[in-house]
C-alpha cells in the first residue's frame, strides 16, 4: 500500500512537473531590426513666376464734352462787303452746319454752351501782304498788315448769334471798315472748338466761365496752342 501511495505521488510530482515545464514561456527574442522607412517621393518643382506685363498706357483725359472742327475759306467764299449797322461795313461767310459737323452754332450757343474760335490768315506768295505772320490767333483776330509801301488792320471776328464770320479792314483798332478785293487774304484757316456746358448758364456767361476757368488755371487764353493742351486737342 505505501509502495502505490509512493508510486502515486511519484506520478503526480512528475505530471506537475511537464505541466509547469510546457506551460512557461521561453525568454523573449531580441527585437528585431526597425524596417527601413519608405522614400518620400519628392516634392514637385515650383514653376517660374510669370512675366508681370506690362503697365497699360494711360488714357487721355476725357473731353466728351469738347468738339473741334477745322475748314478752310478762301478769298472768293466771301460776301461782297456788306452794311452791318452804323457805319460798320465788312465781308460775311455763312459757316455751314457740314462745317460743324450738322451743329447750328447759333442754336448751340443760345443752348448755354459756349464756342471758341481760331484763325489764321494767309496771303498768297508775292503778294504785297505776304509778310503776315501765319498764326491760329483767337477771334476777334487783329493784325497790322503792312508792306513796304502800306499797311492796314485786318479784322476777322465771329458772329455767333448769326452763325456767320466777318471779315474787316478796321477803324481805331476794331470798327469794321470795308475791305478791298485786293486785301482779302487768299485763305483763312478756321478751327471752331464748341464746349458744351454743364449748367444751365446763357451762353455768354457760359463763355466768360470758361475763359475764367482757363485763366484760373494758368491758361494764357491768347494762347492757342496752350487752350488746345488744355482741352486735350490736337493743334
Known amino acids: 500500500m505505501k509502495i502505490i501511495l509512493r508510486l502515486t505521488l511519484c506520478l503526480v510530482a512528475c505530471s506537475a512537473l511537464i505541466t509547469t515545464s510546457c506551460s512557461k514561456d521561453g525568454e523573449a527574442g531580441p527585437t528585431g531590426p526597425q524596417g527601413e522607412e519608405?522614400?518620400?517621393g519628392e516634392q514637385g518643382i515650383q514653376g517660374e513666376q510669370g512675366i508681370q506685363g506690362e503697365q497699360g498706357i494711360k488714357g487721355d483725359t476725357g473731353n466728351a464734352n469738347v468738339k473741334y472742327y477745322d475748314f478752310i475759306v478762301s478769298n472768293t467764299d466771301w460776301s461782297a462787303n456788306y452794311h452791318l449797322g452804323g457805319n460798320n461795313v465788312g465781308r460775311l461767310y455763312d459757316i455751314p452746319t457740314d462745317s460743324l459737323g450738322g451743329?447750328?452754332?447759333n442754336t448751340f450757343y443760345e443752348g448755354g454752351n459756349a464756342v471758341l474760335a481760331y484763325?489764321?490768315?494767309t496771303y498768297e506768295a508775292g503778294s504785297d501782304w505776304a509778310t503776315v505772320n501765319n498764326a491760329m490767333k483767337p477771334l476777334p483776330y487783329t493784325i497790322?498788315?503792312?508792306s513796304s509801301t502800306d499797311q492796314f488792320g485786318l479784322l476777322i471776328d465771329i458772329l455767333v448769334n448769326d452763325g456767320r464770320l466777318l471779315l474787316a479792314s478796321t477803324i481805331?483798332?476794331?470798327?469794321?471798315?470795308q475791305i478791298p478785293d485786293e486785301d482779302v487774304p487768299a485763305t483763312i484757316d478756321f478751327r471752331i472748338v464748341l464746349i458744351e456746358s454743364t449748367n444751365t448758364t446763357s451762353g455768354k456767361l457760359g463763355k466768360g466761365n470758361i475763359l475764367e476757368n482757363l485763366k484760373a488755371s494758368g491758361v494764357?487764353?491768347?494762347?492757342?496752342?496752350?487752350v488746345m493742351k488744355y482741352f486735350n486737342l490736337p493743334y
Open 144 to 146: 497790322l498788315v503792312s
Open 119 to 121: 484763325a489764321m490768315p
Open 38 to 40: 519608405g522614400i518620400q
Open 220 to 226: 494764357d487764353v491768347g494762347n492757342y496752342e496752350e
Open 103 to 105: 451743329i447750328h452754332m
Open 172 to 177: 481805331n483798332g476794331y470798327e469794321p471798315d
